[in-house]
């Protein structure tokens, strides 16, 4: 009976995994890498629920040892997935950063050449200032 729950709990898990991170790509929470990372890490879950193969070991497991092990195991997800959402919005501001930078840097240039060209008139002026004189 606790071996049907674990099975149960992973599947569950595999699932809420694989909506949420979904869901959070879908949003631009994380970046397309840690979403299918976490899309095959859900599928793992599932998997192992599922198939009778993969799932033999949760028959071994007493009914404390099961919920500890599920317990651990979701506080473990659940901060990975939050470190990969933290990774995900430094990545994307950086780029966006990256984007601000060179256009300022292109804004900078515009203005460096214009500043070059009235330089120019303003030497020409005052050549013709000199020569008049």
């Given amino acids: 009976m606790e071996s049907m729950l674990i099975k149960g709990g992973l599947i569950l898990a595999g699932t809420v995994l694989m909506v949420s991170s979904f869901w959070m790509n879908a949003y631009k929470k994380i970046t397309?890498?840690?979403?299918?990372?976490?899309?095959?890490?859900?599928?793992?879950?599932?998997?192992t629920g599922?198939?009778?193969?993969?799932?033999?070991w949760t028959r071994l497991l007493s009914s404390g040892t099961g919920l500890a092990f599920f317990c651990v195991g979701g506080i473990f997800l659940f901060e990975e997935v939050r470190t990969s959402v933290l990774l995900s919005?430094?990545?994307?501001?950086?780029?966006?950063?990256?984007m601000q930078v060179s256009l300022l840097n292109?804004?900078?240039?515009?203005?460096?050449?214009?500043?070059?060209?009235?330089?120019k008139i303003v030497e020409d002026m005052d050549e013709k200032d000199t020569v008049c004189r």
């Fill in 32 to 47: 397309v890498n840690f979403a299918v990372i976490w899309e095959l890490l859900g599928l793992m879950l599932v998997l």
């Fill in 89 to 98: 919005e430094l990545t994307m501001k950086n780029r966006e950063l990256a």
């Fill in 106 to 119: 292109q804004e900078n240039e515009y203005m460096m050449n214009e500043l070059e060209a009235l330089q």
């Fill in 50 to 56: 599922i198939i009778p193969v993969f799932s033999q």
